[in-house]
C-alpha cells in the first residue's frame, strides 16, 4: 500500500506568519487530499488536489488561506496564511490507494499559532 | 448530506475485555467504509476497509461488519490490550468524488 511521509511533524508558530506542510507520496497517485483536525475534534476536508488543475476547496476554506501545490503525481503542499491561534490544528493529508483500497495518510502535522 | 456518528465517545474497559465500537451514517449509498485508529498527536493508521457489497472483514483481533440497509457498522476489538489505546475513527466513502466523511471517533483506553 502507498506510504505518505508528512512534515514538519509539528511546529510551533507566530501569528501572522505562514506554514507550509509537505506531503511525499511513495508512488503515482490522482487524488491528493487536505484535512484538519481542530482540537477534540474529527476530520474535516479542506480541499482536493489533482495534478495539473487548481485545487477543489470545501465549503469554508478558500485558496487564499490555504494555498496548496500539487507539481507531479507524488507530491503536494498545504500553506496555512496569515495564521491566527484559530488556525492551531492537525493537518493531515491522504491519498487514494487505488479503487476498492481505501485511503492511507501521512503522519500529520500539528500546528500551533501563537 | 452525509452524517457519520460513532457511540460511545469514550470507553475505559480493563485488559482482557472484548469491546464494541459502534459507527453509525445517515446516506447507506455508499462505497466502501473504513476504520482508522489514531494515537494522540498523529496521523492515521488504516485498520479494515469494507466495501459495500462486504458484510465483515477481520484482521488479528479486530473484526468490522457492515449493514448498509440499516446504516450501521461496528468494530469488535477481542481481548482488548492497553496498547489498543487510541481514538478509533470511521468513515465513509459515499463516492462521486471519493470524499470521506468521518464520524466524531471513540476514545479507548484500556486498563491494566
Known amino acids: 500500500s502507498a506510504v505518505i511521509s508528512q512534515k514538519p511533524s509539528r511546529d510551533i508558530c507566530q501569528r501572522g506568519t505562514s506554514l507550509t506542510i509537505q506531503c511525499q507520496v511513495d508512488?503515482?497517485?490522482?487524488?491528493m487530499f487536505w484535512y484538519r483536525q481542530q482540537p477534540g475534534q474529527s476530520l474535516t476536508l479542506i480541499a482536493t488536489?489533482?495534478?495539473?488543475?487548481?485545487?477543489?476547496?470545501e465549503s469554508g476554506f478558500v485558496i487564499d488561506k490555504f494555498p496548496i501545490s500539487r507539481p507531479n503525481l507524488t507530491f503536494s503542499t498545504l500553506t496555512v496564511s496569515n495564521m491566527s491561534p484559530e488556525d492551531s490544528s492537525i493537518y493531515l493529508c491522504?491519498?487514494?490507494?487505488?479503487?476498492?483500497?481505501?485511503?492511507?495518510f501521512g503522519s500529520g502535522t500539528r500546528l500551533t499559532v501563537v | 448530506k452525509q452524517e457519520v456518528t460513532q457511540i460511545p465517545a469514550a470507553l475505559s474497559v480493563p485488559e482482557g475485555e472484548n469491546l464494541v465500537l459502534n459507527c453509525s451514517f445517515t446516506?447507506?449509498?455508499?462505497?466502501?467504509l473504513q476504520w482508522f485508529r489514531q494515537d494522540p498527536g498523529k496521523g492515521l493508521t488504516s485498520l479494515l476497509l469494507?466495501?459495500?457489497?462486504?458484510r465483515e472483514q477481520t484482521s488479528g483481533r479486530l473484526n468490522a461488519s457492515l449493514d448498509k440497509s440499516s446504516g450501521r457498522s461496528t468494530l469488535y476489538i477481542a481481548a482488548s490490550q492497553p496498547g489498543d489505546s487510541a481514538t478509533y475513527l470511521c468513515?465513509?466513502?459515499?463516492?462521486?468524488?471519493?470524499?470521506?466523511?468521518f464520524g466524531t471517533g471513540t476514545q479507548l483506553k484500556v486498563e491494566l
Open positions: 469494507i466495501q459495500s457489497s462486504q
Open positions: 508512488s503515482q497517485v490522482t487524488m
Open positions: 446516506d447507506s449509498a455508499i462505497y466502501n
Open positions: 468513515a465513509v466513502n459515499t463516492g462521486g468524488g471519493n470524499k470521506l466523511t
Open positions: 491522504s491519498a487514494p490507494q487505488g479503487e476498492n483500497y481505501g485511503y492511507t
Open positions: 488536489a489533482n495534478q495539473g488543475s487548481e485545487a477543489t476547496y
